[in-house]
């Protein structure tokens, strides 16, 4: 599977393609594999590993802050299963404003998930971050809480919140997705 890097924003866009060029540059091949994603695909990856309690204390807080279409998403999409891979709940993560995409390592035609094997003294993630780093963007394998290989951003905040409201965030993404 591949993004489609036509639904980034132009700011992180062209960006993005100059970290894959300078990756390939060093003998790395980095494909992203998501762009754009969608709220409902956020909850599904936030509600993975996730509590019945953390779940409907989540929901109770969306919805007291005005959240209603984010708190939605998170129930719309029912249980889902699988390991840790998002604390960002639809509308929190840069994805849903395509400004990140994730992308994996590919290594003689395979994707290679390991952020420590090395091929030709070269890690791919490792590669990326750096070449990210370079570039201003702000790649998730050098995040201390929660480090994200795969992930790279157009922006160092974590979030939205600090430029919106979760209200304001949930009515944006509303008009953005909900058809």
């Known amino acids: 599977m591949a993004a489609d890097l036509t639904l980034l924003v132009p700011a992180f866009r062209p960006r993005l393609e100059t970290l894959l060029a300078n990756c390939r540059a060093r003998g790395v091949e980095m494909r992203p594999y998501m762009g754009l994603r969608t709220p409902l695909e956020q909850a599904r990856l936030w509600r993975q590993s996730r509590s019945r309690e953390q779940i409907d204390a989540k929901v109770a807080q969306l919805r007291a802050a005005g959240a209603t279409y984010l708190a939605d998403c998170i129930v719309n999409v029912g249980p889902q299963n699988g390991d840790p891979v998002t604390n960002a709940v639809p509308g929190l993560s840069w994805h849903q404003w395509g400004e990140a995409a994730d992308c994996f390592w590919v290594v003689k035609g395979s994707a290679e998930w ?3 094997r ?5 890690n791919g993630y490792r590669v990326m971050a750096e070449e990210a780093k370079r570039l201003g963007l702000d790649p998730g394998g050098l995040w201390r809480k929660f480090p994200d290989w795969p992930h790279v951003q157009l922006r160092p905040e974590p979030s939205p919140l600090g430029r919106m409201s979760l209200k304001d965030i949930s009515e944006e993404m509303k008009r953005r ?3």
Do not use: A, D, P
């Open 114 to 116: 390991s952020t420590k």
């Open 118 to 122: 090395l091929v030709n003294g070269l």
């Open 177 to 179: 997705f909900k058809r």
